[in-house]
């Protein structure tokens, strides 16, 4: 779901992993819901996380930088915690994930207001979750 690689060849940005919504697949219609489970609530935007681009942070689509992208960057430039927790997050070797939310991008619903919404936090590495707390 849009690996980024270095030119050496190593992982700068894993987002999530390939998930399919409840009922959308045969194997998410008989759910154990006896076994221990995270469930996400489905936000109604576009995937975001950050890339180091020489001494810039650049907010990316999975399909790198693009009009959506964009207004993200806007959207910090006024923000700047957002740029700096993903700056930390890369210098770490992790990818932030976020869903924008915006009225800009409207998918189906309508948000009041524009909003970077913090997903998931990804090691670049493993590919595990941080828990976040």
């Known amino acids: 779901r849009g690996l980024i690689f270095s030119p050496a060849g190593d992982v700068i940005s894993r987002p999530f992993h ?4 409840l009922n959308e697949k045969e194997e ?10 995270t469930v996400l609530d489905k936000l109604d935007g576009s995937m975001i996380r950050f890339l180091k ?5 650049r907010a990316a689509t999975k399909m790198g930088l693009t009009d ?7 959207f910090v ?14 210098s770490l070797g992790y990818t932030a994930i976020f869903e ?4 800009k991008n409207r ?3 309508e948000y009041p207001e524009d909003n970077l919404v913090l997903l998931a936090i990804r090691y670049n590495y493993t590919g595990e979750y941080a828990q976040i707390i």
């Open 100 to 103: 924008w939310c915006s009225k």
């Open 18 to 21: 390939k998930f399919f919504n």
């Open 53 to 57: 681009l020489g001494n810039t942070i």
């Open 107 to 109: 998918i189906v619903i």
């Open 77 to 90: 430039k006024t923000r700047p915690n957002y740029l700096l927790f993903a700056e930390e997050c890369i």
């Open 28 to 37: 998410t219609r008989n759910v154990d819901w006896s076994r221990s489970h």
């Open 68 to 74: 959506i992208s964009a207004q993200v960057d806007e």
